[in-house]
Nanobody, 126 residues
Framework: VQLQASGGGFVQAGGSLRLSCAASGRPFRSHAMGWFRQAAGKEREFVAAISRSGGSTDYAVSVTGRFTISGDNAENTVHLQMNSLRPEDTAVYYC????????????????????WGQGTLVTVSS
């Protein structure tokens, strides 16, 4: 699976951005998907995840209620809608894919993801 993340940019606090992750290669529907982020000087952290069926999602506490992950199987794309952005959301955001059995499995650990996109930078000014 090859992943291409896009949609990052510069936004003021309180604003919104929508990240997209386009997948190609192996069947998109056989993978659970996730978003992670890495701020300068910090370790990469989990942001959001969605099951291969799209029926289950999970979010980091810090983004719950502000971010929404969704999948579009027809377009082989996963989106991360980010609202009410804060300066602490500034980071490089990475999408990732994990081969998943049928069901509603969502994965929050980096080690469970086999494929990673190149990252897209989100900068939120105060």
């Amino acid at each position: 699976v090859q992943l291409q993340a896009s949609g990052g940019g510069f936004v003021q606090a309180g604003g919104s951005l929508r990240l997209s992750c386009a997948a190609s290669g192996r069947p998109f529907r056989s993978h659970a998907m996730g978003w992670f982020r890495q701020a300068a000087g910090k370790e990469r952290e989990f942001v959001a995840a969605i099951s291969r069926s799209g029926g289950s999602t999970d979010y980091a506490v810090s983004v719950t209620g502000r971010f929404t992950i969704s999948g579009d199987n027809a377009e082989n794309t996963v989106h991360l809608q980010m609202n009410s952005l804060r300066p602490e959301d500034t980071a490089v955001y990475y999408c990732a894919a994990s081969p998943s059995p049928p069901g509603s499995y969502v994965y929050t650990k980096e080690s469970l993801y086999d494929y990673w996109g190149q990252g897209t930078l989100v900068t939120v000014s105060s």
